[in-house]
């Protein structure tokens, strides 16, 4: 008889240990998951509001080391013609194939300056497209009255790294994009990645500048970073779980997995 009371007090006190193990891991897993409103995207008021973003959007600045096409078009063009570039021709592989034309492109050297035809250097850093074609229209002026000229950044890239699904550098064929594009480009943030800590890395007159993001608040699209310039990196930080995981050795998943075998097993034989 004492031995079997002692026996159902061992088998109540092996109950409560595992209930007390199964909890425990509950609760560890509970706080490990990520809430709704680390998750959701522009959180906020929930009625749709109209946000202007004049003061927001800055008109991208050429820079040294910048790469350009500038095109110079008239009714005459013939007379345009010096004005540009020699195009480069190369051939497809084919005997039967003409050679096509790629236009050349102006590199701004280390003084923001580009060589252009019959007009020599021209100052074009600091400058943004739409005052760089202007400024060479009208140098041209006196020997090109109704000339034509067209600017595009030819090496706009950003880079995007961290936790997002496939990170890397981008090369962009627009002046103007946004953090949320960006992203968009990467295949957006994993589940692990935070969405209050991005960080954007940019150099400015020569130095790194750091800013943090947060794209969880609608607050992001008033901020003076929400578009991108040249060369920019976006840095998707990991969330805890990732980086205890990324910290863990095999060893310890084995552990892990061997405990909970352990607790199952414990708890069939003591019911």
Do not use: H, W
Not at 30 to 49: F, H, T
Not at 177 to 189: F, R, S
Not at 194 to 222: A, H, P, V
Request: charged content about 25%; overall charge positive; hydrophobic content about 40%.
């Amino acid at each position: 008889m004492l031995f079997k009371q002692t026996k159902q007090k061992r088998m109540k006190f092996s109950r409560r240990r595992v209930k007390k193990s199964v909890l425990v891991i509950i609760a560890v897993f509970v706080c490990s998951c990520a809430s709704r409103k680390d998750i959701i995207y522009l959180q906020g008021n929930e009625q749709m509001d109209t946000i202007s973003q004049e003061n927001v959007f800055e008109m991208l600045k050429y820079k040294v080391d910048d790469r350009l096409t500038i095109t110079v078009s008239s009714i005459n063009p013939e007379a345009a013609s010096p004005y540009n570039l020699f195009a480069t021709a190369f051939n497809l592989g084919s005997a039967t194939t003409n050679g096509q034309q790629q236009m050349q492109s102006y590199l701004i050297d280390s003084n923001g300056e580009i060589s252009f035809p019959q007009l020599g250097k021209l100052k074009v850093a600091g400058k943004s497209r739409i005052e760089l074609e202007a400024f060479i229209e009208k140098k041209l002026k006196p020997f090109l009255p109704d000339a034509k000229v067209t600017v595009q950044l030819v090496n706009f890239r950003i880079s995007v790294l961290g936790e997002v699904q496939k990170p890397g550098e981008f090369i962009i064929n627009r002046e103007k994009i946004n953090v949320l594009q960006a992203l968009g480009l990467a295949g957006d943030l994993t589940i692990y990645g935070k969405r209050n800590e991005i960080k954007l890395i940019r150099e400015e007159d020569g130095n790194l500048t750091y800013y943090e993001l947060d794209i969880r608040s609608k607050d992001i699209f008033n901020s003076p970073y929400y578009y991108l310039k040249q060369n920019d990196v976006l840095y998707v930080t990991p969330n805890k779980p990732k980086v205890n995981a990324s910290a863990s050795s095999p060893t310890a998943s084995y552990i892990i997995s061997a405990t909970g075998l352990i607790i199952t097993v414990i708890s069939l034989l003591t019911r």
